[in-house]
């Protein structure tokens, strides 16, 4: 693999004002030595979506508390493929009921990370699903 850090962004999309799980999953992604970009609170799928084209990544994640993942976490994944990031590994992290889960799942999510997930389960999500494609993209 090259020099290339991995390049994640966390974002809080909607109204959810809980950011507590999202600043502490960015300072572990960082630590882990990855590049993160957090978007702070209450930010549509549009602005999600243009940042993560602006700032070229690799990896999305959606931290979502209030509900409303079914709405939000499909919009968000429209508007990435709308900006040309429909490859991006999406990730989903809060409260998202186990019944949920297919569904995000089958609009394009990869993983979901519960409450109470290690953070070094999320990282090493992250590194083997990232870094092969990172390693196919510099060939």
């Known amino acids: 693999m090259d020099d290339r850090r991995i390049r994640v962004l966390i974002a809080k999309p909607g109204l959810d ?4 799980g999202a600043k502490v999953l960015a300072r572990a992604l960082r630590d882990a030595g990855m590049e993160v970009i957090y978007t702070g609170l209450f930010q549509t799928p549009e602005s999600i979506a243009c940042t993560a084209a602006d700032e070229d990544v690799d990896v999305v994640g959606l931290s979502i508390l209030s509900g409303a993942h079914n ?17 991006v590994l999406i990730l989903v992290g809060g409260i998202i009921p186990q019944e949920d889960i297919p569904y995000l799942e089958q609009r394009g999510v990869h993983a979901v990370f519960g409450p ?4 070094s389960t999320i990282v090493d999500y992250i590194r083997t699903n990232v870094e092969p494609r990172l390693s196919q993209a510099s060939r």
């Open 17 to 20: 004002g809980h950011d507590r």
């Open 71 to 87: 709405q939000l976490v499909p919009e968000v994944i429209e508007a990435l493929r709308a900006v040309g990031k429909g490859d």
């Open 116 to 119: 109470g997930t290690p953070l």
